[in-house]
Each structure stands twice: as C-alpha cells, then as structure tokens.
C-alpha cells in the first residue's frame, strides 16, 4: 500500500505527548503572548512552524541524516542554538533590569506596545537553530513507516500530522495566554513570567552543549 494508517494511532498517541512536553517553543509563545498579546503570539508561532517545516523536509528529503553524520556539523549547531538561546535569555533580563531601574511606563503597569524583536524571526531562529528538533525528527518519524511502500510519502504524512498537533496546541497556548494577560498586568507577575522565561531558556542551553 502506498501509505501505512495503522500505525497511526501509536503515532498520535506519542506526539502527543511530546508535544505537550514544555520545551523553547512553550516560554517563547506564552512571554510574547502574555507581554505584547494575540498578534506577535501568531508571528511567533508562524516562525517557529515555519521553522518545523524545513526540518521536516530535511529528515524526508534525507538531507537531515546526512547532516546530523558529521560530527562537527551537528556540534556546530548545537552550540549556535545555545547561544541564541542564551542571547534570548539576556533580553529578557536586560529588558527586565530596564523595568527595575527608572522605566515608568512598566512600574505603572502598562504592557509594551511592542515586542522587543520581530517576533516572526524570533520563533524563526529559536526553532531552525535547535538541532533537537531535527534529531528527534530522524529518530522518531521512521519508526512510524510500517509497510507504507513509499517511505517519503509516509513521512511527509507523519511530519503533517505531528506539526498539525503542535499546531493546535501551540495556537491554544498564545490564546489562553494572550486572553489572560489583562489581569496579569502588575509589574511583579510579568517580571516573575520574565526570569522563569530566562531561566528556561538558559536551562536549556545547557542541555543542548551536554546533551
């Protein structure tokens, strides 16, 4: 047959899990969208699929495999996602030592008009720059071919369907997020969603040089 369904459900079932899993993309969405609102939320959303899409068509193009073979290759991007994570982390608390040091606008308890990047690009480049993402993609989306006859078409299914998933959830986070903002607006609420977002993301810097 040309594609596989019954491995499916199997599929789905650890998808969704993962996920669910908390991970970049999650503090990204929920900071941006509880910060600046529904809108910059999307475009970080739209960057970080945008992302997702090209690494899915890596692991089916086989481009992924071959890249994630050289050692030197896949080390070199494990330590540029760490650094951009870590310059993530470094706005935040720039932004946040601003907020502490003269910024009235946020001692009153006014939300940014804007968001302090492009968000687009900001989901972009957490997303492209996390080698993670690709290697669970090269693991995970072959064990799920079964007696598909062709492999490529299956995979292209598989890729859909889990970025479907994140899709969903993911665009569940920036409403819920964006809609609860208004009666997040004291200053201690967003600086404390500010330095748990910087935490993460200087966590899991560490864990992608160790890991």
């Known amino acids: 047959m040309l594609l596989d369904p019954g491995t499916l459900p199997g599929f789905v079932l650890i998808s969704t899990a993962v996920v669910l899993t908390p991970g970049v993309d999650t503090f990204l969405l929920l900071r941006t969208s509880m910060r600046f609102g529904t809108r910059p939320g999307l475009y970080t959303l739209a960057g970080i699929h945008t992302a997702s899409l090209v690494q899915v068509a890596l692991v089916i193009s086989g481009l992924g495999a071959l890249v994630t073979s050289r050692p030197e290759v896949l080390s070199m991007l494990k330590w540029v996602g760490a650094a951009y994570l870590i310059y993530l982390a470094a706005t935040i608390l720039h932004g946040l030592w601003r907020s502490r ?53 299956q995979l292209t299914m598989l890729g859909l369907v889990f970025l479907s998933l994140a899709a969903v959830w993911e665009l569940a986070i920036v409403l819920g997020a964006s809609r609860v903002a208004g009666r997040l607006r004291k200053p201690s609420i967003r600086n404390s969603l500010d330095v748990v977002s910087a935490a993460a993301f200087l966590g899991i810097s560490v864990g992608l040089v160790v890991g």
């Open 101 to 153: 040091h003269g910024d009235t606008a946020d001692l009153l308890g006014d939300a940014p008009a804007t968001p302090d990047a492009n968000p687009y690009l900001r989901g972009l480049f957490s997303n492209i720059t996390n080698p993670k993402m690709l290697l669970f993609s090269l693991a995970f989306l072959p064990q799920f071919v079964g007696a598909a006859s062709s492999p490529a078409l």
